[in-house]
């Protein structure tokens, strides 16, 4: 027994050294070639620095942290790849330099692109035939990799993916000097991610003309900054006349709220038999559920506050009493203006002809949202995970690898906090951090998060 874990121990002190001399080896700094591998009509692009992640999750992580459950995570998921016997589906790709990501219209539709730099091109030209999926494809220049996703919804046939093989070697061939690629080159080593788009990916209809996004690592934070052009084709949005919540558990603010996601949800509630105006803006505190199972149905009922502000007057509680929507939910109308689901009440309050208030607590009260902000997140993410009831379905809920694990990384976070604030006429700014307990390092966590989620595979 004192050999086997005398060996256990040896074998962990080795794999860490093993990743420290791995680590030190790929970190240095080396040419990246990729950067300006993208096409010139890009709507969005984003660089991600793999060296700096690399860095700062052996370094910082497995060295000062000292976290066996990373190695641990490490050690099962390899064992899972070795015990999977199968064809080799490597591409070469060298995760440890940058990644550039970005999207491009496409014959109408989208495109989703990838540019890697390469350590082994000979095995993306032997694997990417079986590794790539149908509706993708790729071109290859010395080492230089490209991939590219079609996303839309007509069929990606024969034709259109040999003109979308020609746009992959045009990327993968002619750098460019456009506005967004020169955004991605001014490489920062103190930025984890550099984001850059026109527009916000929602079509034609757009709340911004220009994003620009960095992502920097803290000791135990991640931070957000950036700088939003508006659109003045949509002035009213920015006005921001609103009513909003004083924060109480997870905070939520917007009047960020795109035609695309209202053209959406207004399809969903009209299904409901549910017709309301355009949506102004809307806040939200959240605080958690409580899952019930009385007569084998599962009611949920969530702690919150929800303050609607329409863009016109409507009679909210007249035509939330013609619709579906309530009885979908197991909710009925108790009195005038309170509603139950035979477990627990909750209050609804017509605040002005354009604003309701939707409250699990009988005294809620709102307040006029601040003119300077378009949006706010701010709150304690374990929030997210407090649910209590049913003891059956506690059980099961706790047995999802997805609420274990996620229910895990939130516990170890202090608070995070995104604003959108008007900073003049012609732009906004950006700012966010996710702030974690002092005894643990957002990239560890972050790390150990999605290979347990598998968001990320170990080969």
């Not at 070795?82 to 064809?87: L, N, S």
Request: a positive charge; proline letters at 3%.
């Amino acid at each position: 027994m004192r050999l086997k874990r005398l060996l256990a121990s040896l074998f962990f002190l080795v794999t860490i050294w093993t990743l420290f001399l791995f680590g030190r080896f790929f970190a240095v700094d080396k040419p990246i070639k990729n950067l300006t591998h993208l096409p010139e009509n890009a709507i969005f692009a984003m660089r991600l620095d793999g060296s700096a992640a690399l860095k700062s999750t052996l370094f910082s992580v497995l060295l000062e942290a000292n976290d066996p459950e990373v190695i641990k995570v490490i050690n099962e998921q390899i064992n899972k790849k070795w015990k999977t016997k199968g064809v080799s589906k490597s591409l070469g790709i060298d995760f440890l330099s940058d990644i550039v990501v970005y999207v491009f219209p496409f014959e109408g539709e989208q495109m989703m692109g990838m540019s890697y730099n390469l350590i082994r091109p000979d095995l993306m030209r032997k694997n990417a035939p079986r590794a790539l999926d149908s509706n993708q494809c790729y071109s290859i220049n010395e080492n230089i990799g490209v991939v590219l996703t079609y996303l839309g919804k007509k069929k990606f046939n024969f034709e259109k993916k040999g003109r979308a093989i020609k746009m992959a070697q045009q990327i993968a061939f002619t750098p460019i000097k456009g506005d967004l690629a020169g955004k991605i080159a001014q490489k920062e080593t103190t930025k984890l991610v550099q984001l850059t788009s026109r527009g916000m990916l929602y079509g034609s209809s757009t709340l911004f003309t220009r994003t620009d996004v960095d992502l920097t690592l803290k000791k135990h934070a991640m931070v957000l900054t950036g700088q939003l052009i508006k659109n003045f084709g949509i002035k009213d949005v920015f006005l921001n006349k609103n009513y909003t919540l004083t924060p109480s558990g997870m905070h939520f603010y917007t009047t960020l709220i795109p035609k695309s996601i209202q053209d959406s949800l207004h399809n969903i509630l009209k299904s409901k038999r549910l017709l309301i105006p355009e949506i102004e803006a809307i806040a939200m505190n959240y605080r958690g559920m409580r899952i019930n199972n009385p007569n084998g149905v599962l009611i949920n009922s969530p702690d919150l506050d929800l303050v609607i502000n329409f863009r016109d007057s409507v009679n909210f509680i007249a035509v939330l009493k013609k619709s579906n929507l309530l009885k979908e939910f197991h909710f009925e109308f108790k009195s005038a203006n309170v509603i139950t689901n035979g477990i627990k009440d909750f209050y609804i309050t017509k605040i002005d002809p354009q604003t309701y208030l939707f409250s699990s607590e009988k005294n809620t009260k709102t307040k006029m949202n601040p003119q300077s902000s378009l949006l706010k997140l701010d709150g304690n993410l374990t929030n997210f995970t407090n649910i209590t009831g049913n003891k059956w379905f506690m059980t099961f809920l706790n047995g999802l690898p997805i609420y274990f694990n996620s229910k895990s990384f939130f516990s170890k976070t202090k608070n995070v906090r995104v604003t959108v604030t008007n900073a003049d006429a012609k732009k906004a700014t950006l700012e966010g951090r996710l702030d974690f307990k002092e005894e643990y390092s957002p990239m560890n966590e972050i790390f150990k998060y999605a290979v347990q989620s598998n968001i990320i595979r170990l080969k």
